[in-house]
């Protein structure tokens, strides 16, 4: 039985309670074996047991764990005997070890994983409690207990092992670690730790020199591994040893194959050259040009190209060699000598992919030069000649570029123009015309910019429609078209719900959006079942197998993510979970399902991408349900984030926008540049929140607290809306791109239109994301009411 499931059987909902000051209980009080001496009369009686261990996990549930540990301290000593005092011990240790008191929370796990074997806590204690023998440095124990663990044969006895091989690496024990490391290989876990375990693997066979069966593993992690450059690192490495034990035909066979299938990374140049030293006759010069251009070994590269173009098979494989060796030499310098070996590709085969791709880079080739009026002229040229290839509008695009850098601001309009007309709907027009048109209406030129606008609000789609029907209807205010600009608001309204444009023509037009339901508003049985029907109502679904048939409950990725959330191994369990969603990407009701559990199991980051995959394979006739909707826009965590949003002034709903953006509610998501958890703070920004807010004991790890994070992002959002005078624009540029930034865009902290401020945003990054994050808060305001 789930821990977690035995739970809810004993508790009612829980309820979050405000986090009081940090625990200072001492670790003796903690463990207190007995009862403490009755209070005083005067002194209020404690809260029953069940209502204790109700609000403990509530406190655990937000990562407030030192909350947790006051209450179930609290029942341990009033209510020793209780049925829930057994639970509150598991807890009690567990929040010590969710804090890193590893000591204390091994004398609390210990009882339990001595005690019956039938415990439900029994197996969660006992992997506890070997991670505590772990922090401690007892390896040889840590060792002990896992094998106990492994012994149980839980989903989780995999991990159990991974983790068991690490401990005997420490105590010197390679040859036994590497077992362990390629049982867990082996398992169908996902595969970032199937890849991981075979790569210790072999490093322990390697260091006991048995290199044999390091060939052996490598061989299995070559037919396991996928991504190229991953499997570049792979072949390498294989190659190398195979070579060493004398299995020459092995290697070679390797180094060809990243030769073949990731040209550009460096071992496919280690591969390059230990092939042709080698003196490798089947070496294809075609293969070798490109890895060699990749490395920008320009000679050899046109030596290979030579010897490739004289060997190719038909015109279009000559072609595109031809090509490449062109761009060899422009990237050589030579831009005469690329000119014309351009030329005569292009020339070769004018009509077929390559030549008309090498006519392309000659026009490049040209401008680069300094011909840019030919340049310019020529691509104009080509996008006559091909109207219907995909590449005409990015070569109408750069005719136009090339214009303004001649100062020529009329002719490059025109080019603009046409460019919109022609291809309405490609990526190139609906960047360019929107840039002219703004332009044109921060000069006053309401006209022209208006009927740029008007062929994306007309023939474009979804958020590029919504941003051109809504900047028409702004300049059709500013002709005093109110009719016009209120026909033109509702389009943006209507071809992007969710966008920005949407949310800003809501309130153009004055529409009130204030939804109905709860913030903490729970999901019945009748949501899940609604969830379902509606995915049986598409077409092909509707014999679709009950929940109990599709088997995603037992599914052995959702079985040792559940289990593995309990054991604190939260990174872990989200990628078992992603593992699964990847495994059902095209099986509606298995996601549907998989998006119930999710959130079943506290998980709204699973539950939205769930849903998100979902609603991409809806049919588009179909609208969404609510319950679709809530969980593609959840609020999770609901007392504490109308709590921390009370105490700063904000709406709840902009908090839950903002944490839908930064993390998708993953409370442990870490970001490229170092950014933490559901609000996505930064270690720097949070030392910095923690010393205004007096938290003396903050670690940068509490980050991923969901009691933390919701109120240092809640905190952070309201200073920044301050510095920008209350604006919600302003104040997501600084959340995001930073004060001074916001500032210097804003001109000062005041932000007159709200409008010109987002589209002036000179990152891209920061611009989208204030554009999605007020998209984001309209569809909150759509569908929950205001506490």
């Known amino acids: 039985m789930l821990l977690i499931g035995f739970i809810v059987t004993i508790l009612p909902g829980c309820e979050v309670v405000s986090a009081p000051p940090p625990d200072t209980t001492t670790t003796a009080v903690l463990l207190a074996a007995s009862p403490t001496p009755p209070p005083p009369t005067d002194a209020p009686a404690p809260p029953p047991a069940p209502v204790l261990l109700s609000r403990a996990l509530a406190a655990r549930q937000i990562g407030a764990d030192q909350d947790a540990a006051q209450d179930l301290s609290a029942?341990?000593?009033?209510?020793p005997t209780a049925p829930e005092a057994h639970q509150a011990r598991f807890f009690l240790a567990e929040s010590m070890a969710r804090r890193a008191l590893w000591s204390p929370a091994a004398q609390l796990f210990r009882p339990f994983a001595e005690g019956a074997t039938d415990d439900p806590l029994y197996p969660a204690a006992l992997f506890w409690l070997a991670r505590c023998a772990e922090e401690a440095g007892d390896h040889a124990r840590a060792v002990d207990l896992y094998q106990r663990y492994r012994d149980l044969a839980t989903p989780l006895e995999p991990y159990a092992a991974m983790r068991q091989a690490a401990q005997l690496v420490a105590l010197g024990q390679q040859a036994e670690a590497a077992a362990a490391y390629t049982h867990a290989a082996r398992y169908d876990l996902v595969r970032g730790e199937r890849a991981g375990?075979?790569?210790?693997?072999?490093?322990?066979?390697?260091?006991?020199?048995?290199?044999?069966?390091?060939l052996d593993l490598y061989t299995e992690l070559i037919d396991f591994a996928q991504t190229p450059t991953y499997r570049a690192h792979i072949l390498f490495d294989a190659a190398n040893l195979a070579q060493q034990l004398g299995q020459s035909d092995r290697a070679v066979a390797w180094l060809r194959q990243i030769i073949?299938?990731?040209?550009?990374?460096?071992?496919?140049?280690?591969?390059?050259?230990?092939?042709?030293a080698a003196g490798d006759t089947t070496l294809s010069p075609a293969a070798a040009a490109q890895v060699l251009m990749q490395a920008e070994r320009w000679p050899e590269a046109l030596a290979q190209f030579?010897?490739?173009?004289?060997?190719?098979?038909?015109?279009?494989?000559?072609?595109?060699?031809?090509?490449?060796?062109?761009?060899?030499?422009?990237?050589?310098?030579?831009?005469p000598a690329a000119l014309t070996a351009l030329a005569e590709a292009g020339a070769s085969s004018p009509n077929g992919e390559a030549g008309r791709q090498a006519q392309l880079d000659w026009i490049q080739t040209l401008g680069q030069s300094g011909e840019v009026e030919r340049a310019s002229v020529a691509y104009q040229e080509y996008a006559a000649n091909y109207p219907d290839d995909p590449r005409a509008p990015e070569a109408l695009d750069r005719a136009a570029q090339l214009r303004e850098r001649l100062g020529d601001s009329a002719g490059a309009l025109a080019i603009q123009r046409t460019l919109g007309e022609r291809y309405p709907q490609s990526s190139q027009a609906a960047s360019v015309l929107h840039r002219a048109a703004l332009?044109?209406?921060?000069?006053?030129?309401y006209a022209q910019a208006r009927d740029f606008w008007q062929i994306l609000a007309t023939q474009a789609q979804g958020e590029?429609?919504?941003?051109?029907?809504?900047?028409?209807?702004?300049?059709?205010?500013?002709?005093?078209?109110?009719a016009a600009a209120t026909e033109l608001f509702r389009v943006a309204l209507e071809s992007a719900p969710s966008s920005y444009y949407a949310a800003r023509a809501s309130e153009e037009l004055g529409l009130e959006l204030q939804g109905s339901l709860p913030l903490d508003t729970p999901f019945t049985d009748q949501d899940w079942q609604t969830l379902r029907d509606w995915v049986r109502s598409w077409p092909d679904q509707a014999a679709a197998p009950t929940p109990e048939a599709l088997g995603v409950e037992a599914d052995a990725y959702v079985r040792r993510a559940t289990l593995l959330a309990e054991v604190g191994l939260g990174n872990e369990a989200r990628n078992e979970w992603l593992a699964a969603m990847e495994r059902w990407t095209d099986d509606p009701p298995r996601l549907a399902e998989l998006a119930r559990l999710a959130h079943s199991h506290g998980s709204a980051y699973i539950a939205l991408r769930s849903a998100a995959r979902l609603a991409r394979l809806a049919?588009?006739?179909?609208?969404?349900?609510?319950?679709?909707?809530?969980?593609?826009?959840?609020?999770?965590?609901?007392?504490?984030?109308?709590?921390?949003?009370?105490?700063?002034?904000?709406?709840?709903?902009?908090?839950?926008?903002?944490?839908?953006?930064?993390?998708?509610?993953?409370?442990?998501?870490?970001?490229?540049?170092?950014?933490?958890?559901?609000?996505?703070?930064?270690?720097?920004?949070?030392?910095?929140?923690?010393q205004t807010l007096g938290l003396a004991d903050f670690t940068l790890d509490d980050?991923?607290?969901?009691?933390?994070?919701?109120?240092?992002?809640?905190?952070?959002?309201?200073a920044r809306m301050a510095d920008m005078q209350g604006s919600i624009q302003g104040g997501l540029a600084s959340y995001n791109g930073g004060l001074g930034n916001a500032q210097r865009w804003a001109g000062g902290s005041f932000i007159s239109d709200p409008d010109l401020f987002t589209e002036g945003v000179d990152f891209a990054e920061t611009r989208g994301y204030i554009k999605a994050v007020y998209g984001f808060y309209a569809v909150y305001q759509r569908i929950y009411a205001q506490p």
Do not use: C, H, K
């Open 75 to 79: 029942l341990i000593n009033a209510y």
């Open 197 to 214: 375990s075979y790569e210790r693997a072999i490093e322990n066979r390697l260091q006991v020199e048995d290199r044999a069966a390091a």
């Open 260 to 276: 073949a299938d990731a040209p550009a990374t460096t071992q496919a140049q280690a591969a390059l050259d230990q092939l042709i």
């Open 306 to 335: 030579d010897r490739a173009i004289a060997q190719a098979a038909d015109l279009e494989a000559a072609t595109e060699l031809r090509r490449l060796r062109g761009m060899t030499l422009r990237f050589q310098g030579d831009l």
């Open 439 to 445: 332009a044109l209406f921060q000069r006053g030129d």
């Open 464 to 482: 590029v429609q919504a941003q051109a029907a809504f900047w028409a209807a702004r300049t059709a205010v500013a002709q005093n078209e109110s």
């Open 619 to 690: 049919p588009s006739a179909l609208p969404p349900p609510l319950v679709l909707e809530r969980l593609l826009y959840p609020a999770p965590y609901p007392a504490l984030v109308i709590q921390q949003s009370a105490e700063r002034g904000l709406d709840p709903r902009l908090l839950y926008a903002l944490f839908r953006q930064e993390s998708l509610f993953d409370p442990l998501a870490t970001s490229w540049v170092g950014a933490r958890g559901m609000a996505q703070v930064m270690p720097t920004t949070g030392e910095g929140i923690a």
């Open 703 to 718: 980050l991923y607290r969901p009691a933390v994070s919701v109120r240092f992002g809640a905190y952070y959002l309201s």
